[in-house]
């Protein structure tokens, strides 16, 4: 049987990209598809287009960062770490740098530095792109032949490999066709759903402070009595509730109802309660006559301290040397731990990352080949895996791209090796 090629790859981000150049690298011949005319849609704006590549940190660090299903990763992990992610951008003429948090990102804070890297990567190693919208798998016999395109073209290959991303930024083409890819080849999909997103909030006073962020602060979030996250970073106050990088990681932990989990800011995490109460004293000695309201501008920003005080139960009016021991006591216990109630997660289209997808049962994690089907591959944000942020999420789709790359290449290469035996005997 004659083939379009050895190995079709369907979805043109950082995990098929990654995948479609090392499978070629080793001598298969690639074809990849992805319905935008251009590759690394959704890699242009991650990191706020700074591109956040990987997290410069070993494997128990990683597998910590990952909150589902990271034993999974072990064997993808230890074929392309983070740092053979990093030298091979190095190689691919991308500088990088490590910032606070082990985060690598190009010295240029480009991402279509990254982007044209890999498209340079593919295209140096003989990989053709096609810009073709894949609408079904062909399989005969529990093995995998090549896929049918939206064209009405129908394409024949040794192997595919589904790389098509999960629900989140539509836009960028994570559109779901891979779940649909998945099932119609026999695979479980588990329901897809926001992680690292924005969380919508039920005090009205977030949207007054819209706008607003606050850096150094301390997140936590508790279900119950258990802490289940709790980091020191920068988030940011919106018109629905809470952002940024400390919210986006706490929503990642969040999963049904909603009313089940509090949020908490410690707005002076450098404090413990004994200096805060001092510095207050410290800072209202020098301010004996000032109404609270105007007394907690050195401590807090302009616009918050109107919401802090309001909180407080002191009256805005009361002279701070009139501020009793107790009503102190209960107001550095506020700064310590702001609480939010959490209404919601935003939807699953604004996440960074999504949810749920292919059961990682059902496929091999030391090659990321189906236990259903012969011949087709995962890879990336497909699988149901995701991360923290922090360039956990862009590692895992590197790693994962990078062994079901070599892998079908592998077993690309051993079934040319079987048939020219045969046609020799």
């Given at each position: 049987?004659?083939?379009?090629?050895?190995?079709?790859?369907?979805?043109?981000?950082?995990?098929?990209?990654?995948?479609?150049?090392?499978?070629?690298?080793?001598?298969?011949?690639?074809?990849?598809?992805?319905?935008?005319?251009?590759?690394?849609?959704?890699?242009?704006?991650?990191?706020?287009?700074?591109?956040?590549?990987?997290?410069?940190?070993?494997?128990?660090?990683?597998?910590?960062?990952?909150?589902?299903?990271?034993?999974?990763?072990?064997?993808?992990?230890?074929?392309?770490?983070?740092q053979e992610v990093m030298r091979f951008f190095e190689e691919q003429g991308v500088p990088l740098k490590t910032e606070r948090g082990a985060r690598v990102f190009p010295v240029s804070d480009r991402a279509v530095d990254i982007v044209d890297?890999?498209?340079?990567?593919?295209?140096?190693?003989?990989?053709?792109?096609?810009?073709?919208?894949?609408?079904?798998?062909?399989?005969?016999?529990?093995?995998?032949?090549?896929?049918?395109?939206?064209?009405?073209?129908?394409?024949?290959?040794?192997?595919?490999?589904?790389?098509?991303?999960?629900?989140?930024?539509?836009?960028?083409?994570?559109?779901?066709?891979?779940?649909?890819?998945?099932?119609?080849?026999?695979?479980?999909?588990?329901?897809?759903?926001?992680?690292?997103?924005?969380?919508?909030?039920?005090?009205?006073?977030?949207?007054?402070?819209?706008?607003?962020?606050?850096?150094?602060?301390?997140?936590?979030?508790?279900?119950?009595?258990?802490?289940?996250?709790?980091?020191?970073?920068?988030?940011?106050?919106?018109?629905?509730?809470?952002?940024?990088?400390?919210?986006?990681?706490?929503?990642?932990?969040?999963?049904?109802?909603?009313?089940?989990?509090?949020?908490?800011?410690?707005?002076?995490?450098?404090?413990?309660?004994?200096?805060?109460?001092?510095?207050?004293?410290?800072?209202?000695?020098?301010?004996?006559?000032?109404?609270?309201?105007?007394?907690?501008?050195?401590?807090?920003?302009?616009?918050?301290?109107?919401?802090?005080?309001?909180?407080?139960?002191?009256?805005?009016?009361?002279?701070?040397?009139?501020?009793?021991?107790?009503?102190?006591?209960?107001?550095?216990?506020?700064?310590?731990?702001?609480?939010?109630?959490?209404?919601?997660?935003?939807?699953?289209?604004?996440?960074?990352?999504?949810?749920?997808?292919?059961?990682?049962?059902?496929?091999?994690?030391?090659?990321?080949?189906?236990?259903?089907?012969?011949?087709?591959?995962?890879?990336?944000?497909?699988?149901?895996?995701?991360?923290?942020?922090?360039?956990?999420?862009?590692?895992?789709?590197?790693?994962?791209?990078?062994?079901?790359?070599?892998?079908?290449?592998?077993?690309?290469?051993?079934?040319?090796?079987?048939?020219?035996?045969?046609?020799?005997?």
């Open positions: 049987m004659g083939y379009d090629c050895d190995l079709l790859v369907v979805g043109a981000g950082a995990a098929g990209t990654m995948a479609a150049g090392q499978a070629a690298r080793r001598g298969a011949s690639v074809l990849l598809f992805d319905k935008n005319a251009r590759i690394g849609r959704k890699l242009m704006i991650t990191g706020k287009g700074r591109c956040n590549v990987t997290n410069n940190c070993g494997r128990d660090r990683f597998l910590e960062a990952v909150r589902r299903n990271p034993r999974f990763l072990y064997s993808a992990f230890d074929a392309f770490p983070p890297a890999l498209r340079r990567f593919d295209d140096a190693n003989g990989v053709r792109f096609r810009q073709n919208r894949v609408l079904s798998l062909l399989t005969r016999e529990g093995v995998v032949t090549g896929v049918s395109t939206a064209d009405g073209g129908r394409f024949s290959a040794r192997a595919v490999l589904l790389a098509t991303g999960g629900l989140s930024y539509p836009l960028t083409g994570s559109t779901g066709d891979g779940y649909r890819l998945a099932e119609s080849a026999g695979h479980t999909v588990l329901p897809a759903a926001a992680s690292l997103t924005a969380l919508i909030t039920e005090e009205p006073w977030c949207g007054e402070l819209m706008g607003l962020s606050l850096k150094n602060v301390t997140l936590t979030l508790k279900k119950g009595k258990k802490v289940l996250f709790s980091e020191l970073g920068e988030l940011m106050f919106t018109h629905f509730g809470i952002s940024g990088p400390l919210v986006l990681s706490a929503s990642s932990y969040i999963d049904g109802d909603c009313s089940d989990y509090a949020l908490f800011i410690d707005l002076k995490p450098g404090l413990d309660p004994g200096r805060l109460d001092a510095r207050l004293l410290r800072d209202w000695d020098e301010m004996k006559n000032r109404a609270f309201i105007n007394s907690l501008d050195r401590l807090l920003p302009r616009a918050l301290a109107p919401v802090v005080v309001s909180l407080s139960g002191i009256d805005a009016k009361t002279q701070v040397n009139a501020v009793t021991r107790e009503q102190r006591a209960s107001l550095a216990a506020l700064l310590k731990a702001l609480p939010l109630t959490v209404r919601s997660l935003r939807p699953v289209e604004e996440a960074v990352v999504t949810r749920g997808g292919v059961k990682t049962s059902e496929v091999s994690p030391k090659t990321m080949e189906s236990k259903l089907v012969k011949g087709l591959y995962f890879a990336g944000e497909l699988l149901d895996l995701d991360a923290v942020t922090g360039g956990f999420n862009l590692q895992i789709a590197f790693s994962t791209g990078y062994l079901a790359g070599i892998s079908a290449a592998g077993a690309i290469l051993e079934m040319q090796n079987q048939g020219n035996e045969e046609h020799r005997g």
